[in-house]
């Protein structure tokens, strides 16, 4: 997880590097805008989460780590000792795209450990992983900014809307805090690399009904009524069983019995025990919850029935108990059990998909503008460059915060999906409104309203990837979960060719009421989508 903390540092080393592309080697190198770096990155970002699935499928789980922990910190390297200097191009080629790549797939590659490691409770640990990057930037920025600008120097050259540094001292030392950068993030993916285990596979636990002794030559017994009732039963039930993915298979034979709770199922495939007296073959899916059926079912009270006819036998007999899969709300952190399987293909056609996938595009949006532009924009009328720095690095502590506080409530089935995403909408679209006016008061209001803002975006990871989770299942968690996750480098790849012109044209204002819109927009179609999806279950 330690490239994705490139997202949030974004806007308080693009102010740096800008500076340095526009006054230490222009012209040469002033073949671009720095703002494309964080365009392109995260608008890669998105590509690597949708290629993982291929890549592991073609070299492995592990090998797509190590493949990702070599790229990206070579080019990150790259950068700082080359790129830097030559062209803002070729910084956009390394650090944008090749290093935003990377970074999908290391992202990926953890979620993918975690859904292996703890499938039950993995939508806790999925939360609580996003968690690490913003807290690494918060040391991130920290550095950056003692590095380049530890004397606290103002920005003297005023372009238009915008404003950079000139001062020698000042960009003489970006490119080595970016070496400092790369070097951090490549102790982290190696140890990370070298810790990762794969996980050993669960015993399965067998429960055996002890069998009777037999007598010489006993004289076979034929079936009772209530022997074939029961058969019939439990052939009833096993094809409603099918029928809801609740996937239990149940065969009995005449005093033999066997219980299987397998809990190594990890990729939903059924497996088959068979006892050596020829016992029936019981397998139970056990990716999802369990509980025991009710004393008054029907195979309870075929067991009574069965116990008190042969009584007479005085033959030990143990209870057996039968888990089925367990149904739980659709909106809480709890995977809805039995529910279907949507391919992409299928889970595009659904509204909830469009939801999710308008709320990644105009939350990105938001992120976008506001890793970007805060230090940019709060420089225009707060002339102090540690006090900024200190908002961004509260903005990740703030985000990291909420994650884990996420976490603890999804693990307690409190937070839910769509009041979650309303919320995140809503928020983003007023402080959108507000955001120009903010710098104008004083320090305090504009702190306050930008760690409102990234309070919004905190529910990010969380809406997406449980979202996806829940809605679509665990079969096709990547790739659906990458396609919802799509809307965020489409924003980025979009943003890149109108940003700077939007920006030079009609100023900040409109520059973040853009934002405001197209939230208002994803919001109205999350409410109408719902309204109409209640309508038709009444």
Not at 47 to 71: A, P, Q
Not at 162 to 180: D, G, H, K, W, Y
Not at 247 to 267: F, G, P, S, T, V
Request: charged fraction near 15%; include cysteine.
């Amino acid at each position: 997880m330690a490239p994705v903390s490139f997202n949030w540092i974004c806007g308080n080393l693009l102010e740096y590097m800008g500076s340095y592309f526009r006054y230490s080697c222009y012209p040469g190198c002033y073949d671009g805008d720095s703002q494309w770096i964080f365009n392109i990155n995260m608008a890669f970002f998105g590509i690597g989460l949708f290629s993982f699935d291929s890549i592991r499928r073609l070299i492995g789980l592990r090998w797509t780590c190590i493949l990702s922990v070599i790229v990206h910190n070579a080019t990150y390297f790259l950068s700082a000792a080359w790129s830097l200097h030559k062209s803002i191009l070729l910084t956009c080629l390394l650090m944008g795209a090749l290093m935003g790549l990377t970074a999908g797939l290391a992202m990926n590659t953890g979620f993918m450990y975690i859904n292996t490691w703890g499938s039950r409770n993995s939508p806790v640990y999925l939360v609580t992983a996003t968690v690490v990057a913003p807290l690494l930037s918060i040391v991130e920025n920290q550095i950056i900014t003692q590095v380049v600008n530890a004397e606290n120097l103002k920005p003297n050259a005023h372009e238009g809307p915008r404003v950079f540094f000139s001062q020698p001292e000042v960009l003489s030392r970006v490119p080595t805090a970016i070496l400092v950068l790369a070097a951090m993030t490549f102790v982290l993916q190696t140890v990370g690399c070298l810790l990762v285990s794969t996980p050993e596979p669960v015993k399965t636990t067998v429960l055996v009904k002890p069998k009777e002794k037999k007598t010489a030559s006993p004289t076979p017994q034929p079936k009772t009524p209530i022997q074939s009732g029961a058969s019939a039963i439990n052939l009833k039930a096993k094809k409603a069983a099918v029928s809801f993915k609740k996937l239990i298979q149940c065969q009995r034979e005449e005093e033999k019995y066997i219980l299987c709770n397998d809990r190594d199922c990890a990729d939903n495939k059924l497996r088959y025990i068979e006892s050596n007296e020829e016992a029936e073959d019981i397998c139970i899916n056990n990716e999802l919850n369990y509980k025991t059926i009710p004393e008054d079912t029907h195979i309870k009270t075929f067991q009574d029935n069965r116990q008190s006819d042969e009584t007479s036998k005085q033959s030990p007999t143990k209870d057996i108990t039968l888990d089925i899969l367990q149904e739980e709300s659709p909106d809480t952190g709890v995977v809805e059990a039995g529910q279907i399987q949507y391919s992409p293909s299928q889970a595009i056609k659904t509204t909830k998909f469009w939801s999710l996938w308008l709320y990644g595009f105009s939350i990105g949006l938001g992120m976008l503008l506001m890793d970007s532009y805060y230090k940019q924009f709060g420089l225009k009328y707060i002339y102090n460059d540690q006090h900024l720095t200190i908002l961004g690095s509260t903005i990740p502590a703030v985000v990291s915060s909420c994650r884990i506080l996420f976490s603890v409530l999804v693990q307690r089935q409190l937070l839910f999906v769509r009041c979650s995403l309303i919320l995140s909408l809503t928020l983003n679209c007023i402080t959108s409104a507000f955001w120009f006016f903010a710098a104008r008061l004083n320090e305090e209001v504009y702190m306050l309203l930008v760690l409102v803002m990234a309070f919004s975006y905190s529910f990010l990871y969380f809406v997406i990837a449980n979202g996806a989770l829940q809605e679509f299942g665990k079969d096709n968690f990547a790739n659906n979960y990458s396609m919802i996750y799509s809307g965020l480098p489409i924003t980025s790849f979009l943003s890149a060719f109108f940003l700077t012109s939007l920006l030079n044209a009609v100023g900040w204002f409109w520059l973040f009421m853009t934002s405001s819109f197209v939230s208002f927009v994803a919001l109205l179609f999350t409410i109408c989508s719902m309204v109409i999806s209640c309508g038709v279950k009444e």
